[in-house]
């Protein structure tokens, strides 16, 4: 017969998981879910017995064999969800439009001040959207004083991080020091609408990349 766990029982599963320092919330919540539900099959006095075989199940390996699944899935998910994000048809046409506002922003500070300022705001909405990306997906300094201390992250958004930081390290290199380059030799037009490319580019791929986080959960383990 099925029974309810004790408080101290579930607090001892979550003591386990925690040891094993999960990546993913999704996989924690899925493992606590599975082991709540195997041991409520089973009397009090099993308890011990059943949860190390649980345990046994569940090790290391295999929690980081699950996590790479889970990533690589994930991964390939958005990917697909992105290229269809990415067509003119669906995409947001009042974001659209203030994403060329702020190009013809930087076009005016470029005229009024000077490429060295405009090349600052160009770098601006990137870098605020990884900060953006660094927050939600938990990957910011914890206030908790436990060395010990492991908070489990969402996985579509670590997935969406990871290919951001790959575009913006890409791009930051390439257009970025191109632009100073030309600059350098007198080609200070061209530079200017390098920069306006970089920036028009990274934020209609922020735009389609936050336009495909928003996908299925997936089951890895099965009841």
Do not use: C
Request: charged share 20%; hydrophobic share 50%.
């Amino acid at each position: 017969m099925k029974r309810r766990l004790y408080n101290i029982e579930i607090q001892t599963i979550k003591d386990r998981l925690n040891r094993l320092q999960i990546a993913y919330v999704e996989i924690y919540d899925e493992l606590l879910d599975h082991y709540i539900s195997s041991l409520e099959q089973f009397p009090a006095s099993e308890f011990d017995k059943k949860r190390e075989a649980l345990d046994d199940e569940f090790g290391w390996s295999v929690v980081r064999s699950l996590e790479k699944e889970l990533l690589n899935a994930v991964s390939k998910e958005l990917k697909n969800s992105q290229l269809e994000a990415l067509k003119i048809w669906k995409l947001d046409v009042l974001k659209v439009m203030g994403i060329f506002s702020y190009a013809s922003f930087l076009l005016i500070i470029y005229h009024l001040i000077s490429l060295d300022v405009m090349m600052i705001f160009s770098f601006l909405p990137a870098l605020g959207i990884l900060v953006a990306l660094l927050y939600h997906s938990g990957n910011y300094f914890s206030l908790s004083l436990d060395p010990n201390y492991h908070r489990p992250r969402n996985v579509i958004l670590q997935a969406a991080l990871g290919k951001y930081v790959l575009i913006f390290n890409f791009f930051n290199a390439f257009f970025v020091f191109t632009s100073i380059f030309l600059n350098n030799i007198g080609l200070e037009s061209w530079a200017m609408v390098l920069m306006i490319f970089y920036t028009t580019f990274m934020n209609i791929y922020a735009l389609s990349l936050y336009g495909s986080i928003n996908l299925k959960n997936f089951k890895l383990i099965g009841s």
